[in-house]
């Protein structure tokens, strides 16, 4: 049975433009177009919605008849005709005594005979010049935002592209223990790659950012199995001709773990200020300055600001850096403020000489999160991909 309603969602509002070969844009865009006009009314077929009308209207002069769509295999029954009349009544009963309102609409090509029943119109006459219009169109971000699946866990994601249309390298890219991808050195990072041609697959790890998990109970064998969905997520993207890794403090410890694991997937791996001192620290009784019972782990550890379950502590203990430090053979690039607080430049020196093929780069005077040089922290990793690149 044909009905008549006041609300139609966004998906059926583009479905019907869709159905009759008009230009369609994004939900959000479409939810503006229904919660902004004057009246919408949208027709169903029982359900299925096969029907609409919109009309614009300044509460002053100018109105707008828009989007007058019927599925075309249910035109000619008059329901065209019940939107248009259905529009011009609830107009007309807005209408104050003595107000004056232009009504107009863009006719389909071959249409104008139906409305001109109504009292439209066609323009040009002979007090009317044509009537004008163009499409402005905004070109989509080449930023895309999406959750990657791990084992059932959704990581929240950003994938900055440099160039849509082209193959190139991509980064993953890593915050650290509290962190998330919005910091302002995740972000520099971000940037200064794709300053060198290089895209970034921003992932937060479980218990952070907006990535399922509660922090207390993130561990560092969960985010070994998320940043290996990450890495496989990426491995899948037909535009990825090299792939890199990079990550920040927990996320730098991080990166070289995974490196030591998937020695054959990446072109480099970037640490940043790796905290990758946590494993042996938890072994001697400490983390983030707090001391417990190595032996005898308690079940929660934590100071005002900060709760991990004991299972963190449990599990940064089974962890030996350097045997995957060993497994790496590629080459490295360690970027480290020798003015860190959390966790000590000489780390970053140690894990230089212990690799490979490392190069360090080191900010003088900075902090763990760069703060005061965050300028010189991304151009070592511009210089470093436009090396890369060359
Ligand atoms: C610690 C020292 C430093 C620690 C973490 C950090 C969890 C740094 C973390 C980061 O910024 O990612 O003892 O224990």
């Not at 309102?101 to 044509?130: C, H, M, Q, W």
């Not at 697959?201 to 207390?216: A, P």
């Amino acid at each position: 049975m044909i009905r008549y309603v006041e609300y139609i969602t966004p998906e059926e509002y583009m479905a019907l433009r869709k159905m009759v070969g008009w230009v369609e844009f994004p939900l959000e865009q479409a939810q503006a177009c229904i919660d902004k006009a004057y009246m919408i009314l949208g027709v169903r077929d029982d359900e299925k919605a096969i029907g609409v009308v919109r009309l614009l209207w300044d509460g002053g002069y100018i109105a707008f008849l828009s989007d007058v769509i019927v599925d075309p295999e249910y035109q000619g029954q008059g329901i065209g005709r019940k939107l248009v009349e259905a529009s011009i009544g609830k107009l007309k009963a807005g209408m104050k005594p003595g107000y004056k309102v232009k009504l107009t609409l863009n006719s389909a090509i071959g249409k104008e005979a139906f409305y001109e029943k109504f009292g439209f119109r066609v323009r040009p006459n002979e007090d009317a010049g044509p009537g004008m219009d163009q499409w402005l169109i905004k070109e989509e971000s080449a930023m895309k935002e999406f959750y990657i699946d791990s084992d059932g866990i959704r990581l929240h994601a950003k994938l900055d592209r440099v160039n849509e249309n082209e193959k190139g390298p991509l980064c993953i890219l890593i915050h650290g223990f509290t962190g998330h991808m919005e910091e302002d050195h995740i972000i520099a990072a971000q940037k200064a790659m794709n300053e060198a041609g290089v895209s970034v697959l921003r992932v937060e790890m479980y218990g952070h950012g907006k990535s399922d998990g509660q922090f207390k109970d993130h561990t560092l064998y969960k985010w070994v199995t998320n940043a290996l969905a990450a890495v496989h997520y990426a491995k899948e993207l037909d535009f990825v001709t090299d792939l890199y890794l990079c990550g920040h403090s927990q996320g730098g410890l991080l990166t070289m773990l995974i490196a030591g694991m998937c020695p054959d997937a990446f072109k480099a791996v970037i640490p940043l200020s790796p905290a990758w001192m946590i494993p042996e620290i938890c072994r001697q009784g400490s983390v983030l300055g707090t001391e417990f019972d190595p032996l005898h782990i308690p079940d929660e550890v934590g100071t005002a600001d900060w709760t991990l379950s004991g299972d963190y502590i449990r599990v940064a203990q089974t962890i030996h850096v350097e045997d995957e430090i060993a497994r790496y053979h590629g080459p490295v690039l360690i970027i480290h403020g020798d003015e860190d607080e959390a966790v000590p430049y000489a780390y970053g020196v140690k894990a230089a000489e212990l690799y490979e093929n490392a190069k360090l780069v080191t900010i003088h005077g900075d902090d763990h999160c760069y703060t005061r040089h965050l300028k010189e922290m991304a151009e070592a990793v511009k210089e470093f991909f436009a090396g890369e690149q060359r």
